[in-house]
């Protein structure tokens, strides 16, 4: 029987300097500019919505953009990236618990610039 020697640099075995650490998982952070992740296409898509709705949930907002999706944690980031440039703004809770967003007078200004001809444009 032979016994095997634990190489050097491991717990049972050290060599003056230690254990190697364990590599570090890479994680993906998120942009500064968007911390929770939202894309250009997808703010131009909330800020159309609730430009036209006034008030929305979450909720709303995944049936009405991206019904295919499995959440509503896109809608979620997206209006707290706006939220934290000052476009959307919470007005509370709804009676089923989910935050009703509208947007502030900066956010509307951003929504007049997604609807260049105006609300009368034909369609």
Known sequence: MSHRQPAPGT??????QGAVPAP???????????PGGSSNVLRADVLRAIAVL????GHQLWRLLRPNALENKFARA???????KRITVKHGTGEDGRDIWGMTTAGRDAAKALFPDGPRAPY
Request: without cysteine; positive net charge; hydrophobic residues 20%.
């Open 78 to 84: 997206t209006l707290n990236d706006l939220e934290k």
């Open 24 to 34: 570090r998982k890479r994680t993906r952070k998120a942009p500064k500019a968007n």
């Open 11 to 16: 717990p049972d075995q050290p060599d003056g």
């Open 54 to 57: 006034k008030i929305v949930t």
